[in-house]
DNA sequence: AGGAGTTTGTGAACGGAAGAACAAAACGAG
DNA sequence: CTCGTTTTGTTCTTCCGTTCACAAACTCCT
């Protein structure tokens, strides 16, 4: 389920804290969701919860990375080390969620040997050595548009069988292997039609259609 | 509807190839979607295909496009220019669908004056000045998670009404005012947890949810 | 110990999206 | 002009996720 993730932040924020139990009215609220879905999403991994009393967070908070899978660390591949490229290999949210980058690959090599983060950006076609040698499942590109094909492609017959795809494209993967897509235009772009609407009161009055076949 | 910016997309694709019509076929297989779909979601806007033909690439291309609004430019703040903030100032994606960053703001003065991507970064304290006066309404959130409620209040007083938010944080903003977030180790944690399923075949299979096309 | 007050877990109702299927419309060939 | 082919627009059915509502279970107070 797709909202475990948000759960597990709350729950990180609130052992920081120090509370130590808490109820699903209370983890709704700090996620933004309807009480009734968190504990559906939630009696889904088990009954972890106590009635009357709420959940243990420590506790929960551990049932939840276990089932998400970040109990151990995933090692990541970044393709691609551009500007976003740059940023992603410097975010330190990564690491502490779960997932290690052990690469940065690109395929200009006036970038190589460059230091980013405290990694050198390797020659993308050390990509299958480093999938083989880490046992990398996880990749993520970050090149222009018209490389990420290539670049899935390539990362798929090394043995990649996830994928975060930040450019501007569909992919095409064989079955058992995930993609996601994070596109930062479309999400701008939906901004934008509700803003629209905001503005403009009438809405789509029909759309009248405009031709009538004459007999 | 959240799939019209990918049709957007793929009918630009189609215009550069110089394609005049498509059915709805062909855009489905495109963009990875089924076909009764598409055409529900297209004939929402009004009827633009031509039965036994298909659609005009063009004309439904700027159909879309005015639905979404983005026939005409946006303007766009973007605050927190560290490395995420950065490598999004220097996106060109975002000119090229109808946005426009008209300002870059940062609270640490060390960065004041710092000329990034043809714009100077101007102090958080400017936002109400520059909304104001560029009649910005989307904003870009790009700061720590610490600082970005901080944020979108200051954005909501100032006028924005959508935000767009990287940091890590659920925002609270009054009725009337869009988020959408972007968490890249959200997408991370999903990756990771069916990757576990596949590791792991014992737990419940099935649910194959890949995009399968031909590019 | 018992009752009052909480809070979980879940059965049932609801809503809306997704897919299959088909009739209506356009076009071209003969 | 008519028929066959193609493809849209739409209806109908199915399914999944969300929400409501409530009994069961636990704590605390008296
Ligand atoms: N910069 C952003 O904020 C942003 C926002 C949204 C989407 N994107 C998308 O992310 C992608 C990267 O954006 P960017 O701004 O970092 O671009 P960029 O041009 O700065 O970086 C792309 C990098 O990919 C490398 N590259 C090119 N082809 C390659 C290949 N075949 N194999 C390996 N590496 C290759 C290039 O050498 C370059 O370093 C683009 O698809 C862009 O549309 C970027
Ligand atoms: N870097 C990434 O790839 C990445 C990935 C995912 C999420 N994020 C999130 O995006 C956000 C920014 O990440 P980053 O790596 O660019 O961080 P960063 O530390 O490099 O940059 C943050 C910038 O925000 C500025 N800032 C801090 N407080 C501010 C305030 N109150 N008003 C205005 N500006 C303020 C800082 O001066 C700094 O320049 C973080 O919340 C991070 O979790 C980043």
């Not at 969701?33 to 929960?60: C, F, Q």
């Not at 492609?153 to 975060?164: F, P």
Request: aromatic fraction near 6%; charge should be negative; glycine fraction near 8%.
């Amino acid at each position: 389920m797709a909202r475990l993730p948000i759960y597990l932040r709350a729950l990180t924020v609130l052992v920081e804290r120090g509370i130590g139990t808490c109820s699903s009215e209370d983890l709704a609220t700090a996620t933004g969701v309807n009480s009734a879905k968190l504990r559906k999403d939630l009696s889904y991994l088990g009954s972890y919860g106590t009635r009357g009393v709420g959940y243990d967070v420590d506790y929960l908070r551990y049932q939840i990375a276990r089932e998400i899978g970040v109990t151990q660390d995933w090692p990541v591949v970044i393709v691609g080390i551009g500007n976003l490229g740059n940023a992603l290999a410097n975010y330190s949210g990564f690491r502490s969620r779960g997932f290690r980058v052990v690469a940065l690959l690109d395929a200009a090599p006036e970038r190589h040997d460059e230091a980013v983060a405290g990694l050198e950006v390797r020659p993308f076609d050390d990509l299958e050595e480093i999938v083989a040698a880490e046992s990398v499942s996880i990749g993520v590109i970050a090149t222009p548009a018209v490389a990420a094909q290539d670049v899935a492609d390539r990362m798929v017959a090394a043995g990649v069988t996830s994928i975060l795809n930040f450019a501007p494209t569909v992919l095409s993967v064989p079955e058992g292997v995930d993609v996601r897509k994070v596109d930062l235009s479309i999400e701008l772009q939906i901004l934008a039609y509700h803003e629209q609407r905001k503005a403009a009161p009438d809405a789509d009055l029909g759309h009248a259609t405009d031709q009538e076949v004459i007999a």
